[in-house]
């Protein structure tokens, strides 16, 4: 089959990959585009992951699209309420059409004297083959996520194999696991367990969450009972704003603040703790983190229904090393026993970059933990290709859809200006590379070295405020003297920026 040949090419049609389809479409309706997802239905995340009680760790005001009002009473939603609406967005919005199901993008090489993308990769038969398929783009444009969906992170614990009860990863939840009745203990500290307790307790089970650290939970209400308010008052678009903006501005100062003022931040979440749990039960040792707030997630707890498992008698929280897995459950170096029927890993991700695709310039490849990121949207030294990362901190959507307007902009650009060729230019050699992210949780630190560097300043810094973000890609010109423009094919540069220390 002959390559097929397209403007830009989008990898992933998760949250990331809808936001670039509808900004496509919208703000460049001249190009030709696809969206190839290696799955065979949309929604990236919020159709992978089946364990009890997924739900946002954001609330829906700010992870829904600026343009698809968020409409339903609860702020704080379960995945599939979040996949119905991720649906809904495609049906109103025309994006299906755009997507290719069952396609899963192995390579990109960057052809200089040709300017575009040659793009290796399968489609999946109905007999369960593969069918290799080669597509031509002018851009590349990486909407993947970070995370492998293949498999979660498993730490290798000592006798796994003699337990006989079941051992399931969260990510990879069976359909139709029976928990009424049993006795189950979730191995983890982060938003995942938060999630899962509860779910787990209210169908019957009686959960341990068994941490090695202790998590900083912030305890939200599921209503927005503001932006309920605002809904009656204005009309619906107006009051979506209003509560987005709220809710972002909102984001952004807790966050400030942990950075500013970590112990009024400390004190201000552990007292809520403190109000939700159980008469008499101590913050010591089970919610007091060793580290300070937002150097990791914080795991939000709405209607505080994991404190009120906790209450109930439905769970309890260990904190302890894992000596062993045995026959009838664990040996906690302690001395402790947890007996189970039931034992769920939620031990975090495994990071990937690019949807796992190995990418090359002039058949050289790229090795992503070498890249420096160009305004949190591009790579310094390579063309035309663009990738979504989210915020940390808040929202991943909120990220999602100023990179893709943005990419609307410099594509836009190019037609404008009739060239063909955008590539950001390295950092000089006075500028410092720094890590991608200073969060210190495990997934991220397992998989610093491939994730890209940062730069100290300019525009190879990453901003961590939606509004600082909103002024530089929204409103700044395009054209700013680093992004460069060329008309004809251009030669990638012999050496990528990275290969300097950090």
């Given at each position: 089959?002959?390559?097929?040949?397209?403007?830009?090419?989008?990898?992933?049609?998760?949250?990331?990959?809808l936001s670039a389809a509808w900004h496509l479409q919208t703000h460049c309706p001249e190009r030709r585009f696809a969206v190839l997802e290696a799955r065979h239905t949309l929604g990236g995340t919020?159709?992978?992951?089946?364990?009890?009680?997924?739900?946002?760790?954001?609330?829906?005001?700010?992870?829904?699209?600026?343009?698809?009002?968020?409409?339903?009473?609860?702020?704080?939603?379960?995945?599939?309420?979040?996949?119905?609406?991720?649906?809904?967005?495609?049906?109103?919005?025309?994006?299906?059409?755009?997507?290719?199901?069952?396609?899963?993008?192995?390579?990109?090489?960057?052809?200089?004297?040709?300017?575009?993308?040659?793009?290796?990769?399968?489609?999946?038969?109905?007999?369960?083959?593969?069918?290799?398929?080669?597509?031509?783009?002018?851009?590349?444009?990486?909407?993947?996520?970070?995370?492998?969906?293949?498999?979660?992170?498993?730490?290798?614990?000592?006798?796994?194999?003699?337990?006989?009860?079941?051992?399931?990863?969260?990510?990879?939840?069976?359909?139709?696991?029976?928990?009424?009745?049993?006795?189950?203990?979730?191995?983890?500290?982060?938003?995942?367990?938060?999630t899962l307790v509860p779910a787990l307790a209210a169908e019957g089970a009686q959960v341990v969450l068994l941490q090695r650290t202790p998590s900083y939970y912030f305890v939200v209400p599921a209503r927005d009972r503001i932006a309920l308010l605002l809904r009656r008052l204005l009309p619906e678009r107006w009051a979506y704003a209003l509560t987005r903006a709220k809710n972002?501005?909102?984001?952004?100062?807790?966050?400030?603040?942990?950075?500013?003022?970590?112990?009024?931040?400390?004190?201000?979440?552990?007292?809520?703790?403190?109000?939700?749990?159980?008469?008499?039960?101590?913050?010591?040792?089970?919610?007091?983190?060793?580290?300070?707030?937002?150097?990791?997630?914080?795991?939000?707890?709405?209607?505080?229904?994991?404190?009120?498992?906790?209450?109930?008698?439905?769970?309890?929280?260990?904190?302890?090393?894992?000596?062993?897995?045995?026959?009838?459950?664990?040996?906690?170096?302690?001395?402790?026993?947890?007996?189970?029927?039931?034992?769920?890993?939620?031990?975090?991700?495994?990071?990937?970059?690019?949807?796992?695709?190995?990418?090359?310039?002039?058949?050289?490849?790229?090795?992503?933990?070498?890249?420096?990121?160009?305004?949190?949207?591009?790579?310094?030294?390579?063309?035309?290709?663009?990738?979504?990362?989210?915020?940390?901190?808040?929202?991943?959507?909120?990220?999602?859809?100023?990179?893709?307007?943005?990419?609307?902009?410099?594509?836009?650009?190019?037609?404008?200006?009739?060239?063909?060729?955008?590539?950001?230019?390295?950092?000089?050699?006075?500028?410092?590379?720094?890590?991608?992210?200073?969060?210190?949780?495990?997934?991220?630190?397992?998989?610093?070295?491939?994730?890209?560097?940062?730069?100290?300043?300019?525009?190879?810094?990453?901003?961590?405020?939606?509004?600082?973000?909103?002024?530089?890609?929204?409103?700044?010109?395009?054209?700013?003297?680093?992004?460069?423009?060329?008309?004809?094919?251009?030669?990638?540069?012999?050496?990528?920026?990275?290969?300097?220390?950090?």
């Amino acid at each position: 089959m002959p390559p097929e040949t397209l403007d830009v090419l989008v990898i992933g049609a998760g949250i990331s990959g809808l936001s670039a389809a509808w900004h496509l479409q919208t703000h460049c309706p001249e190009r030709r585009f696809a969206v190839l997802e290696a799955r065979h239905t949309l929604g990236g995340t919020w159709s992978l992951f089946r364990y009890p009680g997924f739900r946002s760790d954001s609330d829906m005001y700010t992870l829904g699209f600026h343009f698809k009002p968020w409409r339903e009473r609860e702020a704080i939603v379960r995945g599939p309420a979040i996949l119905q609406y991720l649906r809904e967005t495609a049906r109103e919005h025309g994006l299906e059409r755009h997507i290719r199901y069952g396609m899963l993008v192995r390579s990109a090489n960057w052809h200089s004297q040709a300017a575009r993308w040659e793009v290796q990769a399968v489609r999946s038969t109905p007999e369960g083959g593969e069918e290799p398929l080669t597509f031509h783009c002018s851009f590349l444009f990486a909407c993947g996520g970070y995370y492998r969906y293949d498999h979660g992170h498993q730490p290798a614990f000592e006798g796994m194999a003699s337990f006989r009860g079941t051992h399931v990863h969260a990510q990879q939840w069976p359909e139709g696991l029976p928990v009424r009745g049993k006795r189950v203990v979730v191995i983890g500290s982060g938003a995942t367990a938060a999630t899962l307790v509860p779910a787990l307790a209210a169908e019957g089970a009686q959960v341990v969450l068994l941490q090695r650290t202790p998590s900083y939970y912030f305890v939200v209400p599921a209503r927005d009972r503001i932006a309920l308010l605002l809904r009656r008052l204005l009309p619906e678009r107006w009051a979506y704003a209003l509560t987005r903006a709220k809710n972002v501005a909102l984001g952004a100062f807790l966050f400030r603040r942990s950075r500013s003022q970590p112990e009024k931040v400390r004190g201000f979440l552990l007292k809520q703790v403190a109000k939700a749990l159980p008469a008499g039960q101590s913050l010591s040792p089970h919610f007091t983190p060793p580290y300070g707030p937002w150097q990791q997630r914080l795991c939000l707890v709405p209607d505080a229904d994991l404190f009120k498992a906790l209450a109930d008698g439905r769970a309890e929280v260990v904190t302890d090393h894992i000596e062993c897995f045995t026959e009838s459950g664990l040996r906690l170096k302690g001395g402790r026993e947890l007996q189970a029927d039931v034992i769920v890993s939620a031990t975090g991700l495994e990071l990937q970059l690019l949807g796992g695709a190995q990418l090359s310039l002039d058949g050289v490849p790229l090795e992503t933990g070498r890249l420096v990121s160009y305004k949190g949207v591009m790579y310094a030294g390579v063309p035309n290709l663009a990738a979504t990362f989210g915020y940390l901190a808040a929202s991943w959507t909120l990220k999602a859809d100023l990179t893709s307007r943005y990419v609307c902009r410099v594509l836009n650009h190019l037609r404008d200006t009739g060239t063909r060729v955008a590539t950001p230019g390295l950092p000089p050699a006075d500028v410092e590379l720094q890590p991608f992210a200073d969060f210190t949780s495990g997934y991220f630190q397992r998989a610093m070295h491939r994730l890209p560097r940062q730069g100290s300043q300019g525009p190879w810094k990453l901003f961590d405020r939606y509004a600082d973000d909103r002024r530089r890609l929204l409103h700044e010109p395009v054209d700013d003297g680093v992004l460069a423009f060329s008309a004809g094919p251009a030669q990638a540069p012999e050496s990528l920026p990275l290969a300097r220390a950090a």
